[in-house]
Each structure stands twice: as C-alpha cells, then as structure tokens.
C-alpha cells in the first residue's frame, strides 16, 4: 500500500501486523453474526461478497456500508459501456487506458468490480485498516494487480494527482452516518458527513474530473443530485435493488450517463 502521510505513519504502517488484524477481524464476525443490530449484515454475507468463504475481511463499519457485489458489479459494467462508448464515437481508442478513482474505497466492493473490466483503479481511503481489507479482499478475488491503495483524506487528493495521473471517472461513495441515516425522511446532501455538494465540486474543481458517480442512501434528495449537474447538463439516477429490495441510487453524471436514453 502507499501511502502520502508522515514518516511516522509510513513507519507504523511498515510495522503493522497484518496477521493479527486478520485474526482479530475473523474472531470479530462471532459478534457480528449475534449482534442485534448487525446480524442482517452477516446473514447476507454471501450477497456483500460471493466469495466471502475465500477468506474475506471486512471491519465493524464496512459490514453496513459495502457495496453488495452484484451491484457493485452493474454500476462497474454500466460505467464501462458508457465511458467506451462516449470515446470511441468521440475518435479516441483503446479502452484500457481508462482510470478509475475510488476515493472512499471502503473494504474494496467497489474497487474490485472496476479492476475487473477497467486496467488501472485508484482505490484512496482515510482509514488504514480499510484500505489492508481492501487489498487483501482484491487479492482474493485476483485484482489487486490492476490497483493502487492509497491512505489519503478526500480533500487533499488533489495534491497527490498534481500534474500526474489524469482521472477519467470518479466512483463517490462517501459516510452517510451510519446505520441511522434511513430514519430521516429524506436525506439532505449538505447533512452527510462530508457535504455531498463540496464533494462534487471538489472533484469537478480540483481534480478535473465531471465523469462522477455518487452512490447514496435510497431517501435522498433527487432535486439536489440533478441541481449538482448543473444548467442544460444530464445526470441519470438510478435505483439499485437487490432482488424486491431497494438498496441505494446510484447518479451518473455526465460521459457516464446515457444520454440516448434521454436525448
Ligand atoms: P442499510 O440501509 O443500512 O441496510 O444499507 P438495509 O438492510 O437495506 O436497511 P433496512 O431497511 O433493512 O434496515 C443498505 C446498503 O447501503 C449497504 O449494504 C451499503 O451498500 C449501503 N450503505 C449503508 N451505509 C450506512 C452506507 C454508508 O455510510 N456509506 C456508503 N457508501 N454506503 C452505505
Ligand atoms: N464503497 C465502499 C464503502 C464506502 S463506505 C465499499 O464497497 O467497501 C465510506 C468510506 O469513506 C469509509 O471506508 C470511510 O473510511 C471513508 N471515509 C470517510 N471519511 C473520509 C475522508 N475524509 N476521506 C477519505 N475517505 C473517507
């Protein structure tokens, strides 16, 4: 894993242990499978990831807010065909030289669809223990190969792509506050924990990126995931289910949505 941070973490992250926290995870997924709250969580394991028995791992926090693979899975696809689509009519070529930021990678459900189909994934998150989950998840299912694990705060994300690596989507899947988020009757973007619409700017301002996808809770505010696209633009939202269950949206801005659908 690479990291920007101090020496001091460089030198704390070469000494980790990589084998007690596996250990450690494992013995927790005991509490997890009785735990009140978090059972439904261990009872859909096979949902979160179809290769679950292979070994993965997953912290307190990434058994509710992983991407369940087979969605993980669509939007992956779907941001593919729109992004080749959009640049082959648009006379650039090869499709693998597409990169794809995940800039909340979480335990990689995310990152390990795009390194499926997409040759070169950035997978960037604030907590360390995530991002070994991360890697060692996409060891599992085989690509770890085709991305980069970065320990980076959001908001600082622009200083590590300066003048280097040009990004052409970003996948957005940010802290939506826990489990409770759902009690609200509507979620309103600006109350996440990182403001969705600085976020959004973020990306379009500093990192030069408007190929966005934002995945958020299934009561947000759609008034202020299309107002985010801007006048005369196009963004598709999506809802993503999981056989009759609503899951999440996912927003598509941009070369990745479909605008022929629309137009
Ligand atoms: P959920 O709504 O907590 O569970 O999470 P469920 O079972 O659909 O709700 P309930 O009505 O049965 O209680 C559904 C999915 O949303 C999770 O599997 C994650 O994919 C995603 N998710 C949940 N949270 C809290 C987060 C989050 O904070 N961030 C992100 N990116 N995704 C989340
Ligand atoms: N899509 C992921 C889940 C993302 S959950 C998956 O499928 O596994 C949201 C993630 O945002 C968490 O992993 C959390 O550590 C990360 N996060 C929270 N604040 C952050 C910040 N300021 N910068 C970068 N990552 C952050």
Redesign the pocket.
Known sequence: MNSDESDDDKNSSSLFDFDLLHARLEKSYKQVSVSRKMRKFYARRYQLFTRFDSGVLLDQ??WF???PEAI?RHVAHKCFDCLVRSRVVGGESSSSSFTVL??????????IQFARLFDHVIA????FV?LQC?QHNSNLYGTAHRTSFYM????SLHKMFEGRTKIDMIFL???WGGVDYIHKRENDLSEF??DTFRVFLYCKNKLNCSNLVL?LPRNSNVEQIAYMAGANACVEVEQNFLGHKLVAISAYYDELCDRKKFF
């Open positions: 926090e990434s807010s992983v991407t993980a995940d800039a909340f990678c979480g335990s990689g459900g995310n990152t960037t998150d604030i907590d995530k991360a980076q705060d959001f908001f899947s940010p802290p924990p990182l995945f």
